[in-house]
T-cell receptor, first 114, second 114 residues
Framework: SQKIEQNSEALNIQEGKTATLTCNYTNYSPAYLQWYRQDPGRGPVFLLLIRENEKEKRKERLKVTFDTTLKQSLFHITASQPADSATYLCALGRLSGGSYIPTFGRGTSLIVHP | DGGITQSPKYLFRKEGQNVTLSCEQNLNHDAMYWYRQDPGQGLRLIYYSQIVNDFQKGDIAEGYSVSREKKESFPLTVTSAQKNPTAFYLC?????????????FGEGSRLTVL
């Protein structure tokens, strides 16, 4: 069966450290992978996109890697801040009926301690 | 300001009643989506529409219905056939063009069945 797996346990880190979140998938051949941030009671907000033929993308303190052989994406936040505390969702582009439909993992909660 | 507006933000319903959640966008996006989010779970796709007057079932469409009579509007009806409707409902849209375009989300509607 198809699965998108993100760590269900919250990730606790100290301010200033690098947070690394993982997204693993099985039985998908995604055209792309996206990362979103979600605050409690709010809608997700798009952060980064990486395509199937790309290895790494960066945006300010954020970095995403995509390994289609390992079927894994890593999401890094460097110099983390308490304001980075949120749930982070990965989404794969799944082909369905001729369209690519974003399909989400459960998300990982990140808590950055001052 | 462009964006997606969902209403109501909170809704209470008695068992056996249908309820309609509103989703309006002024982003001029063709594609619109409805997701459901339960505690500890990711976003699950209910219905999506790539163009006006057309929509497709997602992974958990049973007990739900939608319409897409206007580009700006994609209302979701939660019917009495939905066995466990208490959840957080998120509407999203995506701009035309690249198959990997980011989703823009509304702020969500939280439905509670009493």
């Amino acid at each position: 069966s198809q699965k998108i797996e993100q760590n269900s346990e919250a990730l606790n880190i100290q301010e200033g450290k690098t947070a690394t979140l993982t997204c693993n998938y099985t039985n998908y051949s995604p055209a792309y992978l996206q990362w979103y941030r979600q605050d409690p009671g709010r809608g997700p907000v798009f952060l980064l996109l990486i395509r199937e033929n790309e290895k790494e993308k960066r945006k300010e303190r954020l970095k995403v890697t995509f390994d289609t052989t390992l079927k894994q994406s890593l999401f890094h936040i460097t110099a983390s801040q308490p304001a980075d505390s949120a749930t982070y969702l990965c989404a794969l582009g799944r082909l369905s009926g001729g369209s690519y439909i974003p399909t989400f993992g459960r998300g990982t909660s990140l808590i950055v301690h001052p | 300001d462009g964006g997606i507006t969902q209403s109501p933000k909170y809704l209470f319903r008695k068992e056996g009643q249908n309820v309609t959640l509103s989703c309006e966008q002024n982003l001029n996006h063709d594609a619109m989506y409805w997701y459901r989010q339960d505690p500890g779970q990711g976003l699950r796709l209910i219905y999506y529409s790539q163009i006006v007057n057309d929509f497709q079932k997602g992974d958990i469409a049973e007990g739900y219905s939608v319409s897409r009579e206007k580009k700006e509007s994609f209302p979701l009806t939660v019917t009495s056939a939905q066995k466990n409707p208490t959840a957080f409902y998120l509407c999203a849209s995506r701009r035309p063009g690249p198959r990997d375009g980011e989703l823009f989300f509304g702020e969500g509607s939280r439905l509670t069945v009493l």
